[in-house]
């Protein structure tokens, strides 16, 4: 094998594990937070059974806060507490300093505010759980008494672990 597709292969090999690690790392070294969750649709033709998420915690979010998110394009950080389920504490476009007993999510604004006056804070990294083929439907109609089981790190990325019932 060539010096050259040594390189090719080493640097393959590099961008696969920068996708791969980051989760890894959360899910064993993360906080555990338990999230209320929402019912929402949970089937797409092509993707299989999954759940789509919405958290309650993302509508605790002042209005001006998430309109000044909105129109900057800024993340917005939700400090929660980690109650089972948890509590929302804060939001801010900083990432915040955590005290003991305390998590943080990432979230953007869902863009539904440019139209409406609700607020309504979206959590991309947490949004989807896959499920078994032919479960989905089941899961729907039980989401308003499951809470998302994520692991949280200090620098507020987030991994979806699971869903239990409260």
Known sequence: MSKSLKI??????????????????????????????????PRALFRGDYVILSYPIGRDVSKELAKKALESGDLVYVTVSLDKPAKFISASTEKPNLDRGQACLVARVDES???????????PQISQFFVPEGTGRDIESDLNTMA????????????????DYL
């Open 8 to 41: 090719a292969l080493a640097i393959q090999v590099l961008i696969m594990l920068s996708v791969l690690i980051p989760p890894v790392i959360t899910k064993a070294t993360g906080t555990e937070v338990f999230l209320e969750t929402e019912r929402v649709d």
């Open 148 to 163: 998302a089981k994520v692991a949280t790190t200090k620098s507020c990325n987030a991994v979806l672990l699971n869903l």
């Open 113 to 123: 505010m440019r139209w409406n006056e609700e607020v309504s804070l979206s959590f």
